[in-house]
DNA sequence: GTGAAAGCGCTAACAT
DNA sequence: ATGTTAGCGCTTTCAC
């Protein structure tokens, strides 16, 4: 413990240090309604000398305004949300709000506890990763009468607006480009499926663009935990064993993509023309490895801004309309991984 | 928006839709008293129907107790933060304690702001990276009555408690390493040193153990922004130009180290034969590398841990008497780049 | 086991 | 430009 008083300084300790009413050091401390220099000057210093810091939960619950917004994220370990969260903060910062996190694993139970957690705090807005929710998730966040911002995915229908790309036609057009290219013998390597519906939908629009050219992929493998790169590594080796007629390995996330990668240039063989690969979100991360990856941007700064600026929008007039779905068209960035010479 | 209704509900509204008096429902909702099954059954009914989430805000004022910890780090871009985290939430999962995040961009004065924000809500502790903060930083925290726990660094004097390791330490003893595997001509890259006190007391450490030996850096260059990975290569390759006869690199971080283990294995030099690197934090991340980074762990899930345990056991009991410095130690891993057969 | 009254520290709304 | 009053939605305390 650091202090002797146990009790924390008020308004009211302020106000009789500087002589001046409660009400009027309020006014000051938040640079509402007019107050005279004079008396600015007095209560910062008090305010100061003293080392008041003031009561937000109080003031919360007399003006009934919260500045927070809660941001709802899988995981912080995975690169991609720390940006989302940069986009959102980046945007945040020019106004009141404040955006607050919470995490939920991947783990629908745990989405809702925390989601309960932080509505029960009166916060001004939710952004909130996927579309996916259980239903008393959905209830709740009907129920809270506050925008409601879900991001990065806009395969499916938004309790209240989304933001995000379709991982559905992100697949697709993986698929289309990979095909274009002339490779035939295509193999998948990703999360487990389950957890991760956005890559799952990669997947499943992957899959069904090359069904539509009548190919099927060769070998697929899924992993979860452990270390991203080590994991692709292995996947990668372990697939090309068991198939080495692969012509492409397509990764649902850019960290196993480059563990693939190493294990291809081990093996010495040539990248892109006996085998090809290409990842998926384009963390700026890997701008150094021996091979530009091929990746899709995910969009992942410009969806925290987009939510973000929704939801500043909205706090300041809840009548204003919004598109239900806001889509950004990732694109692929060849790298020299995936376009034959 | 979502709802009609603009008015959240209150614990009035269960009360009246179960028949139980408002004090009662409070009780049920928190498990606190003597409550009769019945009763218990009808208000936990009641509340379900309603999709009653209870008002922290309100709360809190009232009982003059808030479950939330500010947990305040430099950023969430650095895997090394995150992982901190993981530890601080593991932790305090198995309490009624919440961690609170906010990120001060290594800036000394957006610290200040964060800390400034999150004390407002009187968090029922703190815990903070780093040893330096402004002096009206130092002030917040002391005045603030709460259990503050300095993180990552023992190097200095906490305000009240510091769980970490020695990074001057940690610098002399990868020196000391390097120096007896025979390496005498030594770079270092890392970050820009104003902005990163533990980066700065590494370098120091390790500078002042070379010292000792009568050997000094041969070369070294700072950087900001941009991919790690990327830099890492640059910088290496830069200071080979300048300096051909180096036999060791030493970096301030992984993700650099794993840029400049790129560069030499694309020039073809022989590691750890010709020329030796090492890094630090021991990202699981990078187990996947071509070669296993030499690299020192920073303890960081531990700290984490440590940390969170510290604020939980304060909370409980105030009185709990508690080591300032709690200093953990580091192991070097030698990998495959420091050690020459 | 349950209820009534008071008040947490602030701000909205209305004085002056 | 400044002060006064009431009350935000809960929990504490005390009564029954």
Chains 1, 2 share one sequence.
């Not at 002339?182 to 629009?205: N, Q, S, W």
Request: charged share 25%; net charge negative; hydrophobic share 40%.
């Amino acid at each position: 413990m650091a202090a002797d008083d146990p009790r924390p300084l008020t308004l009211r300790d302020v106000s009789e240090a500087s002589g001046v009413s409660e009400m009027t050091v309020s006014r000051v401390l938040r640079n509402r309604g007019d107050v005279s220099q004079a008396t600015r000057e007095k209560v910062l210093e008090a305010a100061k000398t003293l080392g008041y810091v003031p009561n937000k939960i109080a003031g919360a619950l007399a003006s009934s305004r919260v500045n927070l917004v809660a941001v709802i994220i899988p995981s912080l370990r995975n690169m991609v949300f720390p940006e989302v969260l940069s986009g959102v903060s980046a945007v945040l910062e020019e106004t009141e709000l404040q955006p607050v996190v919470g995490v939920t694993d991947y783990l629908p139970e745990k989405e809702e506890r925390v989601l309960y957690e932080m509505l029960s705090w009166r916060p001004s807005g939710v952004i909130i990763a996927g579309l996916e929710h259980t239903d008393a998730s959905r209830a709740m966040l009907k129920a809270s009468g506050i925008p409601v911002v879900e991001i990065m995915d806009t395969d499916g229908t938004p309790i209240d607006c989304a933001v995000g790309i379709s991982h559905r036609r992100a697949g697709r057009e993986m698929a289309r480009a990979i095909l274009k290219q002339g490779y035939r013998r295509i193999g998948f390597m990703g999360t487990k499926m389950p957890l991760d519906h956005r890559a799952r939908k990669r997947f499943e629009g992957f899959t069904e663009a090359l069904a539509k050219e009548g190919i099927e992929v060769i070998d697929q493998e899924f992993y979860s935990g452990g270390s991203a790169l080590a994991k692709g590594r292995e996947m990668t080796k372990a697939m090309l064993e068991r198939e080495p007629e692969l012509d492409f390995l397509y990764y649902s996330n850019d960290m196993i993509a480059a563990g693939g990668l190493f294990e291809l240039l081990a093996q010495g063989i040539d990248i892109p023309g006996q085998i090809g690969l290409a990842g998926f979100n384009g963390v700026e991360l890997l701008d150094g490895l021996p091979r530009r990856l091929a990746t899709m941007d995910a969009c992942r700064a410009e969806i925290g801004r987009k939510a973000a600026e929704i939801i500043a929008s909205r706090v300041d007039n809840p009548a204003v309309p919004v598109e239900k779905i806001v889509e950004l068209t990732p694109k692929i960035d060849y790298g020299d991984t995936l376009k034959r010479r």
